[in-house]
């Protein structure tokens, strides 16, 4: 029962670096979402999918960018790190209707120095 | 908008102490409610949920009841343990009959700790 699963667990990036953070859930759930945790402060939403193909921004935006090629999976990558972005980031799905639980992957702590 | 309200962290309590973490929420229409919880290096999982007014949820000792009057969900636990240190998230899910997407929003988590 693998659930949600993200990669990588630690990251440290460098100004201005790029990298892509994935997420792949094995439930056949079409609603995935990312969001950050910043210290002391609720989940705020960056991206969201409702299944392959279907992408759309939530709260936080800007820095980002999704694709969602496949059910599975759902990539978030940043293009120019920069420290504002420092954070947990937790990946998560949901059925489609419904007061649906949300599954969440075990997140990634980035840095950027 | 939606949005939720959970009190300050952190909660720091003794064993066997009884826990109240208040969370009011403000909403259109009929949202679920849920409690999540994250214990230390690991994601969110659910604790419990309410699906409509006067819904009572409950898991593995920890109760929340769904107050539309008062808009609250208050999480509540008559008997803590040292292993119940985490911090909890109140969210609420959007009225699926109002149309959206399927929209999770969060408070702000509540630390809490158990002391010996």
């Known amino acids: 029962n693998a659930g949600v699963t993200q990669t990588p667990k630690f990251r440290i990036l460098k100004i201005g670096q790029s990298m892509t953070l994935q997420c792949t859930q094995d439930m056949n759930h079409n609603y995935m979402y990312w969001y950050r945790q910043d210290p002391g402060m609720g989940l705020k939403l960056i991206y969201y999918?409702?299944?392959?193909?279907?992408?759309d921004k939530g709260e936080v935006p800007n820095g980002y960018n999704v694709s969602r090629s496949t059910t599975e999976d759902f990539p978030l990558r940043l293009e120019l790190a920069a420290p504002s972005q420092t954070s947990v980031y937790f990946c998560?799905?949901?059925?489609?209707?419904?007061?649906?639980?949300?599954?969440f992957g075990q997140g990634t702590r980035l840095t950027v120095v | 908008g939606n949005s939720v309200t959970q009190m300050e962290g952190p909660v720091t309590l003794s064993e066997e102490a009884f826990l109240t973490i208040n969370c009011t929420y403000t909403?259109?229409?009929?949202?679920?409610l849920f409690w999540y919880v994250q214990y230390p290096g690991e994601g969110l999982q659910l604790l419990l949920k309410a699906t409509k007014a006067d819904d009572k949820g409950s898991n593995k000792g920890f109760e929340a009841t769904y107050r539309k009057e008062t808009t609250s969900f208050h999480l509540e636990k008559g008997s803590v343990q040292v292993s119940d240190s985490a911090v909890y998230f109140c969210a609420l899910s959007r009225d699926p009959f109002s149309g959206g997407y399927n929209k999770l929003i969060f408070g702000a988590g509540t630390r809490l700790a158990v002391h010996p």
């Open positions: 999918s409702v299944g392959a193909g279907i992408t």
């Open positions: 998560a799905s949901t059925r489609d209707l419904g007061p649906a639980e949300a599954f």
């Open positions: 909403a259109t229409g009929y949202p679920s």
